[in-house]
């Protein structure tokens, strides 16, 4: 009995202290509110274009922190409703800056989450104090109330009602605080959750990226069929005839069938090396060895022009992940070579805050534009399987620069 009492005192006085979190939250939410409108509204001179990322994006910072207190603290999930960020790469320098600020304020998530840090105010204070008022009151009523009741000849009637009502209150604040920060995470989530047109919308890209996904799949089986029958099993079938043909000639023309014999041998050799070209184009075997860093490197050698390379990963991504930015890269360097006329290229991959990121450039003459059937547009099918984003900056005269960008965790560090 004791005992669950005394669990009930600690959770309460943590409920209690995450109450009074919240509220000073809410009063970092109002400042951030009002900067970002007043940066807003600076759009027009231009200056807000500078001014008003940092302001949302605190905005959105605290949206995001109330998402997980509302899990961890009261088990209420609510969904993150952002639309995806452009890739890093793309977002420097003051156009950069403009992309930004179009990507922010074309994200209906955004002008949600001013409207919660306006409302937030007002009702995280009452409900983040309210248990704080409850255990105070209840514990001068049952404290308190008593000692001026016996000592204090005034006001005997007020004091002698200040016990029952302490005691009724620090009761439903001993069992209501849990209940109150649970009504606090499901006003949050009635503002913060995703829309049904914005869960539409992401099944929508889910479903393309999935049907994608298995035209992708589909398209690679046929290549390998395609490769195996005009090329291995071809010289394959050539190999046996020969080699037939030099069982039958072996006792009449004994030199006729050591020529045969030397054509399979060739025939065997050329085989053998279009298997292993097959292979490569399947998952290549330098990327299950080395790794990214190392297959990359490798792959720049093979490339007719200059490739500089720098990857900086502490650890390796998951096999899946690595083979996809490993052929994103690859086909991103072939159109370096069949379309920009450059002559020097540059890949930098690296890891930061959970994210992978490639980056493929050349000094060529630019103007590349995605088609619909093009290699940027397999790039951008290819990586939308992990939810992943491509950008393409390519203005007349170049230089032109892909950026790639996917969630991805790091299985383990290098040693």
Request: hydrophobic letters at 45%; proline letters at 6%; glycine letters at 10%.
């Amino acid at each position: 009995m004791l005992g669950g009492l005394e669990r009930r005192a600690r959770q309460t006085l943590l409920d209690c202290g995450r109450g009074l979190l919240k509220a000073a939250t809410a009063q970092v939410g109002i400042l951030l509110f009002a900067l970002s409108v007043a940066s807003i509204a600076y759009l027009a001179i231009g200056i807000g274009f500078l001014a008003a990322p940092t302001p949302l994006f605190g905005v959105r910072g605290l949206a995001e922190q109330q998402r997980r207190w509302a899990w961890e603290w009261s088990g209420v999930r609510i969904a993150s409703p952002y639309r995806r960020r452009p890739p890093a790469g793309t977002t420097s320098g003051l156009r950069g800056r403009v992309r930004l600020c179009k990507w922010l304020l074309g994200d209906p998530a955004t002008w949600r989450d001013l409207l919660w840090s306006l409302i937030n105010m007002p009702v995280t204070v009452f409900l983040g104090l309210l248990p704080v008022c409850l255990i105070l009151n209840g514990v001068e009523g049952v404290l308190v109330a008593p000692c001026v009741w016996i000592f204090s000849a005034s006001h005997e009637l007020y004091w002698a009602l200040a016990m029952p009502i302490g005691v009724a209150s620090l009761a439903i604040g001993l069992s209501a605080s849990p209940r109150i920060l649970r009504g606090h995470a499901l006003f949050t989530q009635a503002l913060l959750g995703p829309t049904r047109q914005e869960l539409a919308e992401r099944v929508s890209e889910l479903a393309e990226s999935r049907s994608d996904a298995v035209g992708a799949s589909a398209a690679e089986l046929r290549r390998i069929e395609r490769d195996l029958h005009d090329g291995a099993q071809s010289r394959l079938v050539s190999l046996g005839l020969n080699i037939g043909l030099a069982e039958r000639l072996l006792k009449d023309d004994p030199d006729a069938a050591l020529s045969l014999l030397a054509e399979a041998r060739m025939s065997s050799g050329q085989a053998l090396s279009e298997l292993r070209g097959l292979v490569r184009g399947i998952h290549p075997p330098v990327l299950a060895e080395r790794g990214l860093e190392g297959a990359v490197k490798a792959l720049a050698l093979t490339v007719p022009v200059h490739v500089d390379v720098h990857v900086d990963l502490p650890g390796r991504a998951a096999a899946p992940v690595e083979a996809a930015v490993y052929f994103a890269i690859a086909e991103a360097l072939a159109n370096v070579v069949k379309h920009s006329s450059a002559s020097q290229a540059w890949v930098q991959v690296q890891h930061h805050h959970g994210k992978l990121s490639a980056v493929v450039g050349d000094n060529g003459v630019g103007g590349a534009v995605p088609g619909p059937e093009g290699g940027l547009r397999g790039i951008d099918r290819r990586l939308a399987v992990f939810d992943g984003i491509t950008a393409v900056t390519s203005p007349s005269g170049g230089p032109t620069v892909v950026t790639m960008e996917l969630p991805c965790e790091l299985s383990s560090a290098r040693t």
